[in-house]
C-alpha cells in the first residue's frame, strides 16, 4: 500500500474552508430545513479533520470521535425536523425571520 | 501528478462546489441533492486518508439515514422556491460573506506555512481504518460513550415522536 503524498495541511485548509461554508449557509439562509443542511455540513467538515489528524498521527481516537459525531448528528437530525414540523403546524411557515414572536 | 494528488484535487473541488450549491440554491430539494453529493465527495476524500469504516458508515448514516428525513420533510411541508424576504434588504448577509471570507483567508494562510510539516501518512493509517480495529476500540476503551450514546439516541426518538405528534385535541373541529 502506497501512503498518500498529500500533506495534512491541505485537508486542513480544505476543512476550514467547508467549514465557513456552512458558517454562511446558516447567516444568510432564511428556510429553516436548508439552516439544518448548514450545520451539517459544519458537522463534516469538523469530521474530516478529525479523520485527517487521526490518519496522520497513527492514532484510533479521531475516529472514534467521528462515529460518535455522527451519532449525535443522527439524533440532532431526528430533533431538529420534528422541531421544523411542530414549527411549520404552528405557523405555517419554515422562514426565520418570519418568526419573530420573542424579538424584542 | 500521482494519483492520490489527483484523486484528492478532484475530491476536493467537488466537495466545496457541492457545498456552495447547497447553501446557494433556492430549491430546497435541489440543496438536498448537492449535499448528497457531497457526502460522496467526502467518502472519497475519507478514503483517500484510508479511513475505510468511516467513509462507509458516511455512506450509510448520512447519504442514507439523514437525508431520507430530510428529503421526507421537505416532501411533507411541501416548501417550494425560497421567495425573497420583503422589506428592506438587509446589509448582514453581504458583511457575514466578507467576514467569512476574511477568516478563510487567515486560516487558509497560517496553515499554508506548513505549521503540522507531516507530508506522509502514519504507517499504520491502513490498519487503523478498518473494522476491526474501530471496533475493538469501541468495545474497550470507549465502551462508556457508547452506552451513553445509545442513550442519546433512545432520547432523541421518544423525543422526535412527541414533538412531531399532533395532539389528539388539535384534529378534533
Do not use: C
Not at chain 2, 475519507?46 to 437525508?67: K, S
Amino acid at each position: 500500500m502506497m501512503p498518500t503524498s498529500i500533506p495534512l495541511d491541505y485537508y486542513l485548509i480544505l476543512s476550514a474552508v467547508l467549514f465557513v461554508i456552512g458558517v454562511v449557509g446558516v447567516v444568510t439562509r432564511r428556510n429553516a430545513i436548508i439552516i439544518f443542511m448548514s450545520i451539517e455540513l459544519m458537522l463534516n467538515a469538523v469530521n474530516l479533520s478529525m479523520v485527517a489528524f487521526s490518519s496522520f498521527l497513527g492514532d484510533v481516537a479521531g475516529q472514534m470521535f467521528v462515529f460518535f459525531i455522527m451519532a449525535v448528528a443522527a439524533a440532532e437530525a431526528a430533533i431538529g425536523l420534528a422541531i421544523v414540523l411542530a414549527l411549520f403546524r404552528n405557523k405555517q411557515t419554515v422562514y426565520v425571520d418570519e418568526i419573530n414572536l420573542m424579538k424584542w | 501528478m500521482s494519483l492520490q494528488s489527483l484523486l484528492f484535487t478532484i475530491f476536493a473541488i467537488g466537495a466545496v462546489a457541492s457545498a456552495v450549491f447547497t447553501i446557494t440554491r433556492k430549491n430546497p430539494v435541489a440543496s438536498a441533492m448537492s449535499l448528497v453529493a457531497h457526502f460522496f465527495m467526502l467518502t472519497g476524500l475519507y478514503l483517500t486518508l484510508q479511513a475505510q469504516f468511516v467513509a462507509a458508515v458516511q455512506v450509510v448514516v448520512y447519504a442514507g439515514a439523514i437525508m431520507v428525513l430530510v428529503v421526507f420533510v421537505i416532501m411533507l411541508l411541501n416548501v417550494g422556491r425560497e421567495a425573497n424576504a420583503e422589506g428592506p434588504k438587509s446589509i448582514r448577509p453581504t458583511l457575514a460573506m466578507l467576514f467569512a471570507g476574511i477568516l478563510v483567508v487567515m486560516v487558509s494562510s497560517v496553515i499554508a506555512s506548513h505549521p503540522t510539516g507531516r507530508n506522509q501518512l502514519h504507517e499504520k493509517a491502513t490498519e487503523i481504518g478498518q473494522t476491526a480495529s474501530i471496533g475493538k476500540a469501541l468495545f474497550t476503551q470507549y465502551l462508556f460513550p457508547f452506552e451513553a450514546v445509545s442513550l442519546l439516541l433512545l432520547a432523541a426518538l421518544i423525543g422526535a415522536v412527541i414533538l412531531a405528534k399532533r395532539h389528539v385535541s388539535e384534529t378534533q373541529p
